[in-house]
């Protein structure tokens, strides 16, 4: 097929496909210019009366395309205007095709197939339509989720024992669709784990606060959820980080013993720009204090920490016991054994995103 016939039989296939949007399509030729900021796939036309097309993307190319070269444009509505290619000679196109606008029937017997504790399967009967059903629309609880030829589809990526509800449309080639109908249904609660196993969770921190030396150690507000610890203009500040203690008791309940428990922090800043040492311990309060009360701090001393460095340190042995127990709340920071500036630093607190501070406990049940 040379570029004559290959080019007749692009555009002709375009005014034949009616998912392009005839018969309100438009053709005409144009002389390409150049590509649109050095972008060879966004091009500049010259059309017919002067006018100038800009940022057009190139959807095929009948041989290489120059400044000077007429080519042959296609806009249509739900497609972006396309440069079709170089225009090497007479192109006679096909009449427009007749406008669908029937839509399909609503697909029938929509039913749950099968669930997963992160997924549902669906399946319904086919459509109908007067020319022909393209595709089926899948929704969860009303928001746009696949589109598939076939009848039926699994919806996955769903949180577990959890109710949805499912709905399905059909869509001709035309874009009209059908209404949508629809099915309840639930994933599975995840499996117990066997008696004896080793589980770990993990908690994110839902509270932190620092606390000024020289007001009586009570919280200050003025440094935010971020984590102080150290010899700052407040002397020698010190800071808590709290969890979801009423989760971990629950989590913890029925265990028949307790492994690790790791704290994972961020230091975002140390007085020293080579590093500096996190002192952490605990403390047992379930909501934020008005000051820093209830605590057993310098449990463990990280050695030297890199600003901006994330690490996971392990706390003692008895520390998962305690907060199944209510022995303990959280974690503290500081204070420092001293006003020594190694001890002078700034920790991520909660609601920092990928930075805020992470509890892990492990236990047997």
């Not at 059908?178 to 589980?199: D, E, K, L, N, R």
């Not at 971990?248 to 307790?258: K, M, V």
């Not at 690490?311 to 199944?324: D, H, K, Q, V």
């Amino acid at each position: 097929m040379d570029r004559v016939d290959a080019l007749t039989a692009f555009v002709k296939g375009i005014v034949a496909d009616p998912a392009i949007g005839l018969p309100t399509a438009r053709y005409f030729t144009g002389t390409f210019v150049a590509a649109e900021g050095a972008d060879a796939n966004l091009s500049q036309v010259y059309l017919p009366g002067g006018r100038v097309a800009r940022y057009v993307p190139k959807l095929s190319s009948v041989g290489a395309l120059s400044a000077g070269n007429t080519v042959v444009l296609v806009d249509a509505p739900g497609a972006p205007t396309h440069i079709v290619g170089k225009l090497v000679g007479d192109i006679t196109l096909a009449a427009p095709v007749t406008a669908d606008t029937s839509p399909p029937s609503v697909p029938g017997s929509f039913a749950t197939t099968g669930q997963t504790t992160t997924s549902v399967s669906l399946s319904w009967s086919a459509s109908s339509d007067n020319v022909a059903v393209v595709a089926y629309d899948v929704y969860v609880n009303g928001i746009f989720w696949l589109s598939t030829s076939a009848t039926s589809a699994t919806a996955g990526g769903l949180s577990s024992n959890t109710s949805y509800t499912f709905g399905v449309r059909a869509r001709d080639a035309a874009g009209n669709v059908s209404s949508i109908t629809t099915v309840g249904g639930s994933t599975s609660a995840p499996s117990a784990p066997p008696a004896g196993s080793t589980i770990t969770k993990t908690y994110a921190a839902t509270w932190s606060r620092s606390f000024n030396y020289n007001s009586h150690d009570e919280y200050d507000s003025w440094y935010g959820s971020n984590c102080f610890q150290g010899k700052y203009g407040g002397g020698n500040l010190k800071s808590m980080i709290g969890f979801n203690v009423a989760q971990i008791q629950s989590d913890l309940a029925g265990a028949s013993s307790y492994g690790a428990a790791t704290i994972k922090l961020t230091y975002a800043h140390w007085y020293w720009n080579a590093g500096g040492i996190a002192i952490i311990g605990v403390h047992n309060n379930a909501s934020p204090p008005g000051s820093f009360v209830n605590t057993t701090p310098n449990l463990v001393q990280s050695g030297s920490w890199v600003a901006g460095q994330t690490r996971t340190i392990t706390l003692p042995s008895n520390i998962c016991a305690g907060f199944a127990t209510g022995g303990c709340a959280g974690i503290s920071l500081g204070p420092g054994p001293s006003t020594d500036l190694n001890y002078y630093g700034q920790a991520y607190g909660a609601g920092s995103g990928v930075y805020q501070p992470v509890l892990s406990l492990t236990f047997v049940r």
